[in-house]
């Protein structure tokens, strides 16, 4: 499975951005799909992750603004962030699971100003 990610900028503080990641292989649709970030000097972090049925799980700090989702057909999953804060800058990354195997996209990064 192979990802890329795209999406990313800079945006303002209450802004939008949305990030697409599409991975390739016919599995896809088997596959959980999530994202995840890292601020500087700060571990990565789950920020949201679909199932290949459609059901999904946010962090705490995303809950409300941030919407994940997926287009099997398209073997593509978006993460709509609105409501952007400052502290949602980092290098975002989708991450593929499939049983006990786990693939990685490049990351992308998100710059939110005040």
């Known amino acids: 499975v192979q990802l890329q990610a795209s999406g990313g900028g800079l945006a303002q503080a209450g802004g939008s951005l949305r990030l697409s990641c599409a991975g390739s292989g016919s599995i896809f649709r088997l596959i959980i799909m999530g994202w995840y970030r890292q601020a500087p000097e700060k571990g990565r972090e789950l920020v949201a992750s679909?199932?290949?049925?459609?059901?999904?799980n946010y962090a705490d700090s995303v809950k409300g603004r941030f919407t994940i989702s997926r287009d099997n057909a398209k073997n593509t999953v978006y993460l709509q962030m609105n409501s952007l804060k400052p502290e949602d800058t980092a290098v975002y990354y989708c991450?593929?699971?499939?049983?006990?195997?786990?693939?990685w996209g490049q990351g992308t990064l998100v710059t939110v100003s005040s």
């Open positions: 679909v199932t290949y049925s459609g059901n999904t």
């Open positions: 991450k593929a699971s499939l049983g006990p195997r786990h693939y």
